[in-house]
């Protein structure tokens, strides 16, 4: 059974970090692009960035290059978003996303995970 499960998410102060994870079940990384993609209130999901099945990465959000790296362990399954000097609006539920290419299109999406908070508040 294909699934994507996410954690890591929290509340964190702003000019802090939290680095979120996406452990991949019933394929591996190097048949899917896996993706972060985030939705705070109000507002449409949105790509922020994007991990392809060669390794090449992808980012669709100016504000977070820099801020934000997507990595991959292979052994583990597992994608990560590491989130450094977060602010206020960065606060949204994260989701990871499985495509057959890096993709910001979310009808492009195969398979999405649950989803995980990330508030940024002092």
């Known amino acids: 059974q294909l699934q994507l499960v996410e954690s890591g998410g929290g509340l964190v102060q702003p000019g802090g970090s939290l680095r979120l994870s996406c452990a991949v079940f019933g394929f591996t990384l190097d048949y899917y692009a896996i993706g972060w993609f985030r939705q705070a209130p109000g507002k449409e999901r949105e790509g922020v960035s994007c991990?392809?099945?060669?390794?090449?990465?992808?980012n669709y959000a100016d504000s977070e290059k820099g801020r934000f790296a997507i990595s991959r362990d292979n052994a583990k399954n597992t994608v990560y978003l590491q989130m450094n000097s977060l602010k206020p609006e960065d606060t949204a539920v994260y989701y990871c996303?499985?495509?057959?290419?890096?993709?910001?299109?979310?009808?492009?999406?195969?398979?999405w995970g649950q989803g995980t908070q990330v508030t940024v508040s002092s």
């Open positions: 991990i392809g099945s060669n390794g090449g990465i992808t």
């Open positions: 996303a499985a495509a057959r290419y890096c993709t910001n299109y979310t009808r492009a999406i195969n398979y």
